[in-house]
């Protein structure tokens, strides 16, 4: 194979590998859906998401520094059961429990003919990212502009390169907020089951893609998904830079409030905080509920509540 055919089929893959992998694992999640044991076939489709993104990431890495051990892969590996792992069993036994608590919940609150369920699935789909969108919009800007989120929120930003595996590195509080604020006011609406599936199976492929180390070029895709681009940007130890991009699937909260940010550069290799998270999986779980720990999130001095260096993407570095 020629270098010129080799680089006509790099470009192609580039282009072409986001939108696969998406529309691949979303069309595994409907055949998941549709079995009796709809989560279990789902984590294996999952999975295999992980597997194919890991591999590509070896064979076409965005930047290959951040194909390097960083020492995190068990506790990448470890907040992202907790948290996945408890979003799941949650959702097992709320399968049959919302239909109950709805008809006591619902009617004393008159929102139960809200939801269109006369609307096509795909549409009702599109209409729950929106709205569940605005809520995870607003939890995690909060949680850059409110010392007391971002003692939990600066966990994820304490990575110091992007790749599948620590896609789910997220504290546990962290996770509930943003679950309370983008499920609650579906379930307020009337959202059936099948919508909440629905939403979180894109969440979950559209969060893999976001971290994923691959050279994948998404070009008019940035200005709807949250796309590996936009993420990096996010990631930024740049104030400016990082406190942009907080949509989790879609873009259209950052368009609309001005925090969308997608320069023609370079994304950032250098990413990470200032601040200074434990390295124990279980420290790193009870770090944010001590003041010491909270200063050393802050990267504060231990003697001292003055700040040693500004935290970027946090209230202090503003």
């Not at 080799?6 to 069309?27: C, D, E, H, Q």
């Not at 051990?69 to 992202?80: K, L, P, Q, V, Y």
């Not at 001292?304 to 935290?311: D, G, H, L, S």
Request: glycine share 8%; hydrophobic share 50%; aromatic share 12%.
């Amino acid at each position: 194979m020629t270098d010129e055919r080799k680089s006509r089929l790099y470009v192609a893959a580039s282009w072409s590998l986001w939108p696969m992998i998406f529309v691949a694992g979303l069309t595994g999640a409907g055949f998941a859906f549709r079995t009796q044991t709809p989560l279990l076939w789902f984590n294996v489709v999952y999975l295999a998401t992980v597997a194919a993104i890991a591999t590509f990431e070896r064979l076409m890495p965005y930047e290959k520094q951040w194909l390097q051990r960083d020492g995190e892969t068990f506790n990448d590996i470890a907040h992202t059961l907790l948290n996945k792992g408890g979003v799941q069993i949650a959702a097992a036994i709320g399968v049959s429990a919302p239909m109950a608590i709805a008809t006591v919940v619902q009617p004393s609150l008159a929102v139960s003919e809200i939801w269109p369920v006369e609307w096509p699935l795909a549409l009702q789909v599109v209409l729950g990212l929106i709205i569940a969108e605005f809520g995870l919009y607003v939890a995690h800007r909060a949680a850059h502009e409110w010392l007391t989120l971002w003692r939990f929120h600066a966990l994820h930003h304490s990575v110091e390169r992007l790749w599948v595996v620590n896609t789910g590195r997220f504290h546990i509080i962290d996770s509930l907020i943003k679950i309370a604020f983008s499920q609650i006011p579906l379930y307020l609406m009337g959202a059936p089951l099948t919508v909440f599936l629905w939403i979180g199976a894109v969440t979950a492929f559209i969060g893999l893609l976001t971290h994923c180390n691959i050279d994948v070029r998404t070009g008019p895709l940035d200005w709807v998904f949250s796309t590996p681009r936009l993420h990096r940007w996010h990631h930024s130890k740049v104030l400016a830079e990082g406190n942009t991009n907080y949509g989790e699937n879609l873009v259209l909260w950052d368009q609309i409030f001005g925090t969308y940010f997608n320069p023609a550069r370079r994304p950032p290799v250098e990413i990470g905080i200032s601040g200074r998270i434990a390295e124990g999986f279980i420290e790193q779980l009870v770090q944010p509920f001590s003041s010491k720990g909270f200063r050393a999130i802050l990267g504060r001095r231990p003697d001292t509540r003055e700040p040693a260096v500004p935290e970027a993407g946090s209230p202090e570095a503003k």
